[in-house]
């Protein structure tokens, strides 16, 4: 199912939470909420399942426009942050538990479950209570509750924040797999660009209840719209450098050279120099020069630290004559480097 | 290591020994004093008087140790309708007045502009005098002047004489016992209510389940643990009616002496024939019976509250 949102806002008096924000997600897509704490996006996730009144704006499910349909007529599936389980039912009870509602009759409604039990393993603790599973089991079951009615859309609230760091791996997989085999639109709310980079097919980046960029996950890294989707994506961090444009090119603060760009920008205006650390290659089509700070092994390849400006800049070589306190020749090839204003964050290059 | 911190950490894991209880005990000591003398003696006393024969409060003289006080209440035509009488009541009020509180403390739990008012409207019972609003009953149950007759004659139904008939007596008095029992009732349904996760009424709206649903199916079993103890200490209350009784009749166990109840029984061997002896026969009788409904209850409603 296609779920189109038009506007979509939420006040909670004089506080905005989730300003105006338009989309479309796309059928069988796996779509990631991205954001930092407190950005607005449970609060969408809210007003989609219909537990939260939107206070302006639309929400159609298709063509189906669903804004002032209450949470038990959407047929939404809902997985929340702590899972919710009911405590006083077991795992099977819990799964069978919405169509015990719908008046499907005991046998039917076991042999409809099995299905679903037997796509994410819990088969093994049917007749266990919430309270004697892990928070992975718990986490499989709220999704196995979620699915049992066939939802046309799943939604995550923070699906993996209450599990151990492998765990968080190992599920965030399973999510995956559960999401491509049911074949069901599912929205999950993550602040982690990593577990949002690494499952979803596209991620909405929200901040301050403002939609900042919605894309595939190369899209947001190669192409960010503003500074802070820049900064938010991508690990390690974006290198930021600040600077003036003079010009010709860019001068980082307390540096001498300049560094041309191809672009139109009016002299002196400030700038942030933004590179992936992907992006830099030392020793190869110099452009400017900077000094080695310190190096990590990552993997096959090292990871230095560069002195440039007032700022640092982290590049991978494969050179391991390297040393720190080496001044280096920093080139950088055509993917992953940009140029923003520093004042709005606006992306000029 | 410095001196005051060594010495800490000998105190920390200082051996017990009956010392060590010495100076809890003695803040502990006039609750202890005060229980001993207003609870604990007289309830052992109880069961030493309700085993002496002819026991004289006066004089203190009893003939000897025996069960002759408990042959004599046991078979007791007063007693046997005094317990008939009271646990008639407590089948009666317990579950219905159980019932009528989770439906005003459902009510209660909705955020309204009201919600105070009827607070307070519900919980006034609990801190006036039973004798006054057995009066304000009585008057509400009077023949000629009552308002529940007053009410029925509006509906075309003939007048009830609620006091002095017996059959009909005994259902104001449950009536009165009902609505006496509910402010207590309420406000520990109340309290349990609140201590129910939302987001499980949330997570059942959303898997589809209509309000009645989800108070079937998700609040009631949550509050299974609070409805069983509300229940086993309303059943122990109603067990001891006494005071509705006694207001709601001017002193008499009902009309034609048709309503005694355990408690009223004892008290008219105390009070009014000064037999000590097989009042205590009967407050013990009571505990007994009491006590061993209430330990059914908590083992039937373990099976409950498995979670």
């Known amino acids: ?349 | 290591m410095s001196l005051q911190k060594r010495k800490k950490s000998i105190d920390a894991d200082v051996k017990i020994t009956y010392k060590t209880y010495l100076k809890p005990l003695l803040y502990l000591l006039p609750f202890i004093i005060s229980i001993s003398i207003f609870t604990i003696y007289p309830f052992f006393n109880a069961f030493v008087i309700s085993l002496k024969e002819n026991y004289k409060a006066l004089s203190g003289s009893f003939t000897g140790f025996g069960f002759g006080n408990y042959e004599y209440v046991l078979t007791n035509e007063t007693f046997i309708l005094a317990l008939k009488n009271t646990i008639t009541y407590v089948l009666w009020v317990v579950p219905i007045s159980t019932a009528l509180s989770l439906l005003v403390a459902v009510l209660l739990n909705r955020r309204t502009k009201l919600q105070a008012f009827f607070q307070t409207a519900y919980f006034l019972p609990l801190v006036t005098s039973a004798i006054a609003i057995g009066l304000v009953w009585r008057w509400l149950f009077n023949f000629d002047y009552g308002l529940i007759n007053f009410v029925l004659s509006r509906l075309g139904a003939d007048a009830i004489n609620w006091l002095n008939n017996p059959s009909y007596a005994k259902i104001a008095l449950i009536v009165y016992g009902i609505w006496s029992m509910m402010p207590f009732t309420i406000i520990l349904l109340l309290a349990g209510l609140q201590n129910i996760n939302k987001q499980y009424l949330i997570a059942a709206q959303v898997d589809g389940s209509r309000p009645t649903q989800t108070f079937a199916y998700i609040t009631v079993p949550l509050l299974a643990p609070t409805i069983g103890l509300t229940m086993i200490v309303n059943m122990i209350t109603a067990f001891k009616v006494f005071n509705e009784l006694f207001a709601l009749f001017n002193g008499k166990p009902g009309p034609a002496y048709s309503l005694y109840t355990v408690i009223y029984f004892m008290y008219e061997q105390f009070y009014v024939k000064y037999r000590l002896g097989t009042a205590a026969a009967s407050a013990i009788a009571l505990f007994f019976i009491v006590m061993i409904l209430t330990l059914i209850q908590l083992y039937m409603q373990r099976k409950w509250k498995n979670y």
């Not at chain 1, 990590?296 to 230095?304: F, H, I, N, R, S």
């Open chain 1, 1 to 349: 199912m296609k779920v189109t949102i038009k506007e979509l806002t939420k006040k909670f008096g004089d506080f905005t939470a989730v300003d105006h924000v338009s989309a479309e997600f796309d059928d069988g897509k796996l779509i990631a909420l991205l954001g930092p704490s407190g950005c607005g996006k449970t609060t969408m996730l809210n007003m989609l399942s219909g537990i939260l009144p939107s206070t302006e704006g639309k929400i159609f499910f298709d063509d189906e426009d669903v804004t002032d349909l209450s949470a038990d007529k959407r047929g939404v599936g809902l997985v929340f942050q702590n899972y919710a389980l009911y405590p006083h039912m077991t795992v099977l009870e819990n799964v069978c538990f919405p169509l015990r509602i719908r008046g499907v009759p005991k046998k039917e409604r076991i042999e409809k479950a099995m299905k679903f039990i037997n796509l994410v393993h819990i088969e093994d603790y049917l007749d266990r209570k919430p309270a004697e599973l892990s928070g992975g089991q718990q986490q499989r079951v709220a999704i196995t509750r979620a699915l049992i009615k066939k939802p046309k859309l799943l939604l995550l609230d923070e699906p993996l924040s209450n599990l151990d760091a492998k765990l968080r791996v190992e599920m965030r997989e399973e999510i995956r797999r559960i999401q491509k085999e049911s074949g069901v639109t599912t929205i999950f709310v993550t602040h982690d660009q990593e577990e949002a980079s690494s499952i979803s097919d596209s991620i909405m980046l929200l901040k301050r209840g403002v939609q900042q960029q919605f894309g595939t996950v190369d899209d947001l890294c190669d192409n960010p719209v503003n500074l802070f989707t820049a900064d938010f994506l991508g690990t390690p961090t974006i290198n930021q450098v600040h600077g003036t444009w003079s010009e010709k090119g860019f001068v980082a603060d307390g540096q001498t050279e300049i560094i041309s760009f191809n672009v139109n920008i009016p002299t002196g205006t400030r700038l942030i120099y933004a590179s992936r650390a992907e992006a830099l290659k030392l020793n190869q089509d110099k452009q400017f020069e900077a000094e080695i700070l310190e190096k990590y092994k990552v993997g096959k390849d090292t990871l230095v630290r560069l002195k440039y400006g007032n700022g640092s800049l982290r590049a991978y070589t494969e050179d391991k004559t390297i040393q720190i306190g080496d001044i280096v020749g920093v080139g950088m090839k055509d993917f992953g480097v940009f140029l923003f204003e520093a004042e709005s964050g606006k992306r000029l290059l």
